[in-house]
């Protein structure tokens, strides 16, 4: 299986004034533009998620919706609470794990520093963390069901690394 893990683009500047609900804060126009390029230049790629799982926040739902659109095949977007901030890793292996034998490739939608918290423990990393900037994303391979410290990094690009600006 690959497991896609993807940090949300670029969102609006925390402001209790604007957004008093931080979950409600949505992604920048420029940062919807940026992540768009980013999902193109990957889909020719081999980048194919056959479903997205994402945090219900806004800055969330509104990337992995970019993710969809970009993505052959169009595919499903579903909310799930374990990828809020402050995610529940175990949650989220045991949603993934039922889904095996229906897709092989699952992306999931999330927060810093949880993303790269989940990539260390995945990859084995122990307390390691990966450093995913805003709209990074990384392709986690195992040779069967995701498990923790069983993955093999193939990459994990940003939007400055494949030139999007």
């Known amino acids: 299986m690959i497991l896609y893990i993807v940090r949300h683009a670029w969102a609006a500047d925390r402001d209790e004034l604007v957004y008093p609900d931080d979950g409600q804060r949505p992604l920048t126009r420029e940062g919807q533009k940026r992540f768009a390029k980013l999902v193109k230049k990957l889909s ?8 997205i799982v994402t945090s219900p926040l806004v800055r969330c739902r509104e990337t992995a919706e970019l993710l969809a659109q970009g993505s ?4 499903e977007v579903i909310q799930r609470t374990e990828l809020e901030p402050g995610s529940d890793l175990d949650g989220l292996l045991q949603w993934t794990n039922q889904q095996w034998g229906s897709c092989q490739e699952v992306a999931w939608v999330g927060h810093a520093p949880d993303v ?50």
């Open 116 to 165: 790269g918290q989940m990539a260390g423990l995945l990859l084995g990393a122990g307390e390691a963390a990966v450093d995913f900037a805003k709209g990074a994303i990384a392709a986690i391979a195992f040779d069967d069901r995701p498990t923790l410290g069983q993955g093999l990094l193939r990459w994990l690009v940003t939007a400055k690394v494949l030139g999007v600006k």
């Open 44 to 51: 020719p790629r081999g980048f194919a998620p056959q479903v």
């Open 72 to 75: 052959p095949g169009k595919p």
